[in-house]
């Protein structure tokens, strides 16, 4: 069953943010949680997913949980039983306004230094106006370098591609500087010419009636539950789906390009290093809806 959700369109008052601690439940929003000591703090040592709250509930919780699973074993962290992470889930979103969406964060660290079991909490907190905006209107995106050729995390386990961890530093200082370069976002790039992925989104493009994304499990980009999903769904737009490499040339020339994630769902990529590409808004309505998201 799909969704639509036009009641959710309006933020909820800024105020509203829930904290949920696994085996406490919900907690005041300014309860401290962490050790000075939590590893997660002190090295970005953990793992999260980022999911929406739509209608009251998660969306796509089973193909989280199983991601957050997956970069736990990356990161050899001792993940709680996945039924403790979903009732966390639940304890969380039960907490918040089922008339607004919003944004619920799964995190475990792991833990503190001086010895701990992971630390596992829950935030829920509003959708930002930046995302609703970049629905609506799209992204102006540069192209970056990752400075690493795009098969080299496939054989190196060490630099946890695939995984989904606290260590987002980086992610955060390319968006920075794309806003500093008076664009919206970035597309990461390998040294090999190859467009990647987004700080934190996935790229699909639209070529000869097939939908496109990059393989992730070879150039250890995250594997995207949102594009995962539109690809699965990708003949209800009357598409075909498939993964290849790509560059950002073809991006360019291609019927369209988009980039997706879990909270902000589509947003049409306008320019790409300032070059206009064909992605039509009609197309970007057809994904939005398809994907059950607000505009
Ligand atoms: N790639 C990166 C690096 C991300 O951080 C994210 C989302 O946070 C994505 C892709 C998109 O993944 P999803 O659609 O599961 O949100």
Known sequence: MRIVLEQTTLAPPAEVHVVAVLGEGVVAPDAPILRADDLGALRGDGIFETLHVRAG???????????????????QLALPPEAELRELARQAVAAWPAQHEGTLRLICTRGAESGSAVTVFAT???????????????????????????????????LLGGAKTLSYAVNMACLRWAT?????????TSTDGYALEAPTSTLV??????????????????AGTTARWLLDHAGELGWDAAERLVTPAEVIDSDGAWLTSSVRGVAAIRTLDGTPLKTSPQVTDDIRNVLGFPS
């Open 57 to 75: 509930a998660p969306w796509l919780l089973d193909e989280h949980l199983a991601r957050m699973a997956g970069s736990a074993a990356r990161l």
């Open 124 to 158: 829920v907190g509003p959708v930002a106006a930046s995302i609703r905006k970049a629905r609506r209107e799209g992204v102006a995106v540069l192209t970056a370098t990752q400075g690493f050729p795009a098969d080299l995390r496939g054989s190196a386990p060490w």
């Open 180 to 188: 500093a370069s008076g664009a919206d976002d970035v597309l990461w």
């Open 205 to 222: 493009w639209l070529e000869g009636g097939t939908l496109w994304s990059v393989p992730a499990e070879a150039t250890g980009i995250l």
